[in-house]
């Protein structure tokens, strides 16, 4: 028989075992021309044990990777052609149902068929909304029919642009603090009104003057109202600036200071204002800013475009690109009015070159208003930034069919959460116009009219 010894390995040895092992494994990798901290080959396994990918499976996605983008952009080049004959006829038949459509309108304005307005207003407002005021507004009671010659929401805010009566003003200059001079101009009758009569003052659009807003301070000097237009500065005709200085959009200091001046003025008088377009939402931002102290007793906002980011910024803005273009426009005439003033901080060359809101805002408004670029300068200047209850009954005079203020941009919750705020919706008048009967009265002037005697009334009672 064998004597079997058996003999426990000491612990040493087997670290010398673990060694010869490592060492093994590092001259078999050396055969195979590896290093030992270097990559393993693709046909085998990796180092650290993860499996690699395999030279196909990389030849597949570098081929992915470099032929997916050329066929995307070959089908951009093949579909563009037919994206662009897409819009054409389209283009082709709104202009040839164009003219159907104004037709049809035309014979429903001579016939004499309208909408009457709808009203929106919040639950929560007082009862003396529809008691003491709305029920007193005689527009609100029958249907509005346009003028049949103007039938539709371009024709309408042509015609409100181009076919204003010849004012009768007298005007008024104002020094501000900053030593400019804003123009105000007064209703040729306004002398003749006692001391308390209601004091009504009119702002004027996004690139307008006093004599927009004519028909308006018309019909309220008719009413027994002292009335005013207040030209913004370096507007209108008669405004000279001395300084290189246009205020930015919902700047108020010019209009606190006419504020301030008129109410020290008339101390007896009640305070009202319209604000058309821009005008609005400056009046909208004057009433947030002072709230209570703005000393403005009742306010109507015709055409406001409400989310000025949305109407001028957002994906080319939701405003139609011919308006924003005749707006842009008429700017660059104020701008070139005063160029020898405004040179020394702007660059008028690229001022002139501009084609939209947005290109001017950051060649102008921007500089001269500290602003880094649009972006930040309408949101600053976006009237429902700061949206708040008014201290003060607001009416807004909308139309679906506004082409510079689309029906999509109308907050229709906020009428239905603030009690103080009323919005009349019409089916047509387009932008500012609200024309109706043949002789293209503005419907929204009496509108307006019949509100704030409305509320200065129930004020007094």
Not at 204 to 215: A, E, K, M, R, T
Not at 229 to 240: I, L, P, Q
Not at 338 to 361: F, G, N, P, Q, Y
Request: net charge neutral.
């Amino acid at each position: 028989m064998w004597n079997v010894r058996t003999t426990t390995v000491p612990s040493g040895c087997a670290a010398r075992r673990a060694d010869y092992s490592t060492a093994v494994d590092e001259v078999e990798r050396r055969e195979l021309g590896m290093k030992r901290s270097g990559p393993c080959p693709s046909f085998l396994p990796s180092c650290d044990g993860r499996a690699r990918p395999r030279q196909w499976q990389k030849l597949l996605s570098e081929t992915v990777l470099q032929v997916v983008p050329r066929l995307w952009s070959l089908l951009t080049v093949l579909v563009y052609p037919l994206k662009v004959f897409s819009q054409m006829l389209w283009s082709l038949l709104t202009v040839l149902v164009y003219p159907l459509k104004v037709f049809s309108q035309m014979l429903s304005c001579l016939f004499g068929y309208g909408q009457v307005p709808k009203v929106v207003f919040s639950e929560r407002s007082p009862p003396y909304w529809l008691d003491s005021v709305l029920s007193k507004c005689e527009g609100l009671r029958r249907p509005f029919v346009q003028t049949w010659w103007a039938p539709d929401g371009h024709l309408q805010s042509i015609v409100h642009v181009l076919f204003t009566c010849k004012p009768r003003y007298e005007s008024e200059y104002v020094e501000m603090d900053d030593g400019e001079y804003v123009c105000l101009d007064w209703h040729s009758e306004h002398s003749m009104l006692a001391g308390d009569s209601p004091l009504l003052i009119v702002l004027h659009g996004f690139s307008g003057c006093s004599q927009d807003v004519w028909p308006m301070v018309d019909e309220g000097a008719r009413r027994g109202m002292r009335c005013v237009a207040v030209n913004k500065r370096g507007h209108g005709e008669k405004s000279r600036l001395t300084k290189p200085k246009l205020l930015a959009a919902l700047d108020t200091t010019d209009l606190r200071q006419i504020m301030t001046l008129l109410r020290g003025r008339y101390p007896n008088a009640s305070l009202v204002s319209v604000g058309y377009s821009a005008g609005a939402g400056l009046l909208c931002s004057y009433g947030n800013q002072y709230g209570e102290d703005s000393f403005v007793d009742a306010a109507v906002f015709i055409s406001p475009g409400y989310d000025t980011v949305k109407l001028v910024l957002d994906d080319g803005g939701m405003m139609s690109a011919v308006y924003n273009y005749l707006l842009t426009f008429s700017q660059k005439q104020i701008i070139h009015r005063h160029r020898d003033v405004l040179k020394e901080r702007i660059d008028m060359m690229a001022a002139m070159k501009c084609k939209t809101i947005s290109e001017l805002t950051e060649h102008v408004y921007c500089h001269l208003n500290g602003y880094h670029d649009a972006t930040s300068y309408w949101a600053a200047n976006n009237p429902m930034a700061g949206l708040r209850n008014p201290s003060s009954p607001t009416l807004c005079i909308n139309a679906v069919d506004d082409p510079v203020a689309p029906y999509c941009n109308i907050p229709l919750e906020v009428f239905e959460e603030l009690p103080s705020m009323v919005l009349v919706l019409t089916h047509a008048g387009g932008h500012c116009g609200f024309l109706e009967g043949p002789s293209a009265n503005e419907w929204s002037c009496r509108l307006s009219a019949d509100f704030i005697e409305a509320v200065l009334e129930l004020k007094s009672s």
